[in-house]
């Protein structure tokens, strides 16, 4: 017999729940992953991502080759080709990962039916993309919880399942078609530095890690110079790395920096327990606050290609661009700063950021947007981050901004914050523009909007 193992955002070998119940249900097993037409189309599959992504699956087929087996490559609709490929090795049963967008949760109902039409199952998996599965724990009467806090005390208090081994061998049926596994090579309009993907690069990173940085990570994580969190991200998004393996591994090696860390895994499943319960806050306001948002199209321009006269808001802007990755403190301050400062809708950001993110990903990007923009689950929905305020504390010496700003290169020490304070000769021989607005006029703005009285900081 054979069976399924369906790779999805789970591209690992080493704690796989799905791979392992494949294993034991069936002599073979087809590792199949499908370049899914349906992600293509809905503008998801972006270069960045797929370059990280190509790097996934020849690390999983070399994983796979050097335990007998070989990764099954096909392209076309997700249920269509996985009906093929179990009609095509007689397989009763596919397995897969739970998944929580509102595009996971329509690819499950429709291969379920599909599957069943043939009289096969599909088995679902939970505890595969987060540590808890969405809706293990829930406050009483709800279906999700709306606030970290009470969420995070009861996550702490959950038991999480016990982590798997990699496979020993893998047998895969033999005669079945792939496609060739994709190279990074093959793929054009890459930003610059895109780390690498692939599970045993995730493993090394993550080890290294937390030989080291992890100690700290308490005291620097938002220290944009030092640069010094995990950047495990990308590896989460794309499942290389098992959140209950590293939620389990950052327990044993204790401290401050771990309990940090496995705090900012908690907020990762959160944000993926509301989009479960509430897909469409992909889209639409999870706590709709009446925003006649602005429009422009110069000032998102300026905004996106870090072009707006903020040094510290420009770096992090041409960061993402570079490497299609942001630093967390980057991304909270950008964020803040063009829907609050600019007062333009989350959704615009949000959709640039998941054009380049090679961690894109709907729940942690569009939660976390709405989550600065106050319309999501921010206990402090109206909060303007100054970015002058963040660059004293978060780059004190303007290290971060030398790094990501060529023209802003030569300008010593903290005053490289507020390069409109330069005498007048020397701010005119940089290639730099004037604040786009001023601080307190788009604070302003945007508190009024919201029938406000606030503070920035
Ligand atoms: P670390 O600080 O080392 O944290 C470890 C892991 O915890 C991260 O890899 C991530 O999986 C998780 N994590 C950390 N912070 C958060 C958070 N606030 N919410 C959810 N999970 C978190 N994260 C993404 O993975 N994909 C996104 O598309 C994404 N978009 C974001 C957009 C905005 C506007 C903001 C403010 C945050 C966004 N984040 C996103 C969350 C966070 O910024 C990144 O996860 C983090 O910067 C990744 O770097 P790291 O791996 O070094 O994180």
């Not at 093959?186 to 993907?197: F, H, K, R, Y």
């Not at 889209?283 to 422009?296: L, V």
């Not at 808001?313 to 630093?327: I, K, N, P, S, T």
């Amino acid at each position: 017999t054979a069976s399924v193992a369906l790779f999805t955002a789970d591209l690992r070998l080493h704690d796989n729940p799905v791979l392992r119940a494949a294993l034991d249900s069936a002599d073979e097993v087809v590792p199949l992953f499908v370049l899914d037409t349906g992600v293509q189309s809905a503008g998801y599959d972006v270069p960045n991502r797929r370059a990280f992504l190509a790097d996934c699956l020849s690390d999983l087929d070399a994983g796979l080759r050097e335990r007998g087996g070989r990764l099954i490559v096909r392209r076309g609709d997700v249920a269509g080709e996985v009906c093929a490929v179990a009609s095509e090795c007689g397989a009763q049963q596919v397995h897969l990962a739970g998944d929580v967008s509102g595009y996971a949760q329509r690819r499950e109902e429709r291969l379920r039916r599909a599957l069943a039409a043939d009289g096969r199952r599909l088995c679902v998996h939970d505890a595969v993309v987060t540590a808890l599965p969405p809706g293990a724990v829930t406050p009483s009467g709800r279906d999700h919880f709306a606030v970290f806090t009470p969420y995070f005390r009861r996550w702490t208090g959950a038991g999480l399942r016990g982590v798997l081994h990699a496979p020993r061998t893998v047998r895969v049926p033999e005669g079945l078609a792939s496609l060739p596994v994709p190279a990074r090579t093959e793929v054009s309009g890459v930003s610059p530095a895109v780390a690498a993907g692939g599970e045993s690069e995730g493993r090394a990173r993550f080890d290294a890690w937390r030989a080291g940085p992890m100690k700290t990570y308490a005291d620097q994580h938002d220290d944009l110079a030092a640069d010094t969190t995990s950047r495990l991200s990308p590896h989460l998004h794309f499942g290389t790395l098992s959140a209950v393996e590293l939620v389990h591994k950052a327990r044993r090696t204790g401290g401050d920096g771990a309990d940090a860390f496995v705090r900012q895994l908690a907020w990762r499943d959160f944000h993926h327990q509301v989009l479960a319960a509430r897909p469409r806050a992909a889209h639409e306001d999870y706590r709709p606050r009446g925003d006649r948002w602005r429009h422009d199209e110069d000032e998102i321009a300026a905004w996106q290609q870090g072009r707006t006269g903020y040094p510290l808001v420009d770096a992090a802007m041409r960061q993402l661009l570079h490497e299609g990755w942001m630093h967390n403190r980057g991304r909270l301050l950008t964020a803040s700063f063009l829907t609050k400062t600019l007062y333009v809708d989350w959704r615009v950001g949000a959709r640039h950021f998941l054009d380049l993110l090679v961690d894109g990903d709907v729940a942690n990007n569009q939660l976390n947007w709405q989550w600065v923009a106050g319309t999501g689950n921010d206990t402090r929905p109206n909060r303007v981050l100054n970015p002058l305020t963040q660059a004293r504390r978060f780059d004190p010496d303007g290290t971060y901004v030398r790094r990501w700003l060529p023209e802003l290169a030569d300008v010593p020490g903290a005053s490289v914050h507020q390069p409109w304070k330069l005498p007048d000769r020397e701010r005119a021989r940089l290639d730099y523009p004037q604040p786009l607005v001023g601080l307190s006029a788009g604070a302003d703005r945007f508190l009024r909007a919201r029938g406000l009285e606030g503070r920035s900081d």
